[in-house]
C-alpha cells in the first residue's frame, strides 16, 4: 500500500493487480509495461495484511491498477477483498472502489450499504454511460468518474449519484479535451447539488474539488 498522487484518495491499495479491458488510455499498463512487469491479474494475499497500517481515517482506493468486478477476477480473490474492507475495525477508513463492470457488483450480499465503502463506474464517452445505470443499485455511497474524458456525455436525469470526478486525458494529444464537455457535467452537478471533483490536470480556472458527505 503507498501514499499516492490521485488527488481524490490518500492511498492506493492492489491485494489484486493486472488487467485485461485493454483500454488504449490505461496508465497502469504504461506504467508496468515501462518496469518490465506482467499486466496478467495477479492476487496477492499478503497485501490484504496491509490495511492494518492505517490507524488514522484516510481514504483508500482499493484495486487502483485493477478491476475488482471484472469478469477475468476470480469470485474467491474478489470475495477476500470485499470480506476485508468490511471488517468493523477499519470503519475509519473510506474504501473507494472504481469498475468499468458495475453490473458484476455482488449487491445484495457481500455489498451491504455501507456509508465508509464508496463504488463507482468509469465513464469515458455516451456509449459508457448505461454504465450508470448498474452502478445505481447500489445502495450506499456511489459515484461516477469521468477520466479520462474523451467525449460529450449526456447524463441521465435522476440517477442518484453522489460523486462525480472529472479528469482529462494525460500523455497523448489523440484526443483534445473540449472544456464545453467538462462545463456541462459542472451544470449538471450543481443543478442536481452533487458533490464534483475536478482534478488539476483540467487546469479549471475555478478549483472545484468536492467530497461526497459520509
Known amino acids: ?19 485485461l479491458h485493454g483500454c488504449w488510455y490505461c496508465y497502469a499498463k504504461k506504467l508496468f509495461t515501462r518496469f518490465h512487469k506482467s499486466f496478467e491479474p495477479t492476487f496477492y494475499p499478503e497485501r490484504l495484511e496491509e490495511l492494518k497500517k492505517l490507524k488514522k481515517p484516510a481514504k483508500v482506493f482499493v484495486c487502483s491498477v485493477a478491476d475488482l468486478f471484472a469478469g477475468w477476477t476470480p469470485i474467491e480473490w474478489r470475495d477476500k477483498v470485499l470480506n476485508e474492507i468490511h471488517k468493523p475495525e477499519y470503519s475509519h477508513l473510506i474504501f473507494q472502489l472504481l469498475t468499468k463492470n458495475p ?6 450480499d457481500l455489498m451491504p450499504t455501507r456509508k465508509n465503502i464508496w463504488v463507482g463506474t468509469t465513464i469515458t464517452c455516451q456509449q459508457e454511460m448505461i454504465n450508470a445505470l448498474e452502478v445505481r443499485k447500489y445502495q450506499g455511497i456511489k459515484f461516477l468518474s469521468f477520466e479520462p474524458l474523451l467525449g460529450e456525455v449526456e447524463i441521465p436525469i435522476g440517477i442518484g449519484i453522489d460523486w462525480i470526478i472529472v479528469g482529462k486525458l494525460t500523455g497523448s494529444k489523440k484526443v483534445k479535451l473540449n472544456s464545453q464537455w467538462v ?9 442536481h447539488q452533487i458533490p464534483l471533483f475536478l482534478k488539476n490536470n483540467l487546469k479549471w480556472p475555478e478549483k472545484i474539488q468536492e467530497f461526497s458527505k459520509v
Open 103 to 108: 453490473e458484476r457488483i455482488p449487491y445484495f
Open 183 to 191: 462545463e456541462k457535467i459542472i451544470q449538471y452537478a450543481r443543478r
Open 1 to 19: 500500500m503507498n501514499r499516492t498522487k490521485i488527488e481524490w484518495t490518500d492511498y492506493s491499495w492492489n491485494p489484486i493487480t493486472g488487467c
